[in-house]
């Protein structure tokens, strides 16, 4: 399977698939309260069965092209993963997604990893609209839209009930045209 890189700090994105169940929980534990500060994700991975369901229901997405889960490694530990939890190729759109465990905040990895992703799904896939949809209260998450050069679409007004409160939801978006533009200009300030 691949395992990309993501620079020069050790850190690599790979599929995350149901045999890494254990190490997944692991992880899961190590980065619960902070994972579960803005999403769901760790009230579904409970225990090792849950954690190889969910990545089970990931697996099956992919083999059904509606969907994908991949994992951050940084010196070989599992500390974070990107998502598509939707893939419609029909449409042309997407929704993205990521997670990651305190200890690896702040160091640009899912904006890494997350630039790979909506790559292949540019060019590979001919998505032609990628999503990003956050609560307002998370910031990491809306920061990282910004710096994929996304734009805010608009606020979905308490649509999002989590932990009995209800939470606006942002949509932010690049559109495939964007995607390019701003990869070409980065490729030749490079230059």
């Not at 890494?112 to 910031?139: C, F, K, Q, Y």
Request: hydrophobic share 40%; proline share 4%; glycine share 8%.
């Amino acid at each position: 399977m691949y395992a990309i890189s993501l620079g020069d700090d050790g850190a690599e994105l790979r599929p995350l698939e149901p045999w890494h169940a254990e190490e997944f929980f692991t992880h899961m534990e190590r980065g619960r309260d902070y994972i579960g500060r803005h999403v769901s994700l760790p009230d579904h991975v409970t225990d090792l069965d849950s954690a190889r369901n969910y990545l089970q229901l990931y697996a099956d997405k992919r083999a059904a092209d509606s969907g994908s889960l991949h994992g951050i490694w940084l010196d070989g530990k599992l500390v974070g993963g990107l998502l598509f939890r939707i893939f419609d190729t029909a449409m042309g759109t997407c929704e993205a997604g990521c997670w990651l465990e305190p200890a690896a905040a702040g160091r640009g990895l899912v904006t890494r990893g997350m630039r790979v992703l909506i790559d292949w799904a540019v060019d590979e896939r001919g998505m032609h609209r990628v999503e990003w949809i956050a609560p307002s209260a998370n910031t990491p998450s809306l920061n990282v839209a910004r710096r994929l050069g996304m734009t805010r679409d608009g606020v979905l007004r308490q649509s999002y009930v989590y932990r009995d409160a209800r939470h606006d939801m942002e949509v932010w978006s690049v559109l495939a045209p964007e995607w390019r533009a701003a990869r070409a200009r980065a490729a030749h300030d490079d230059h």
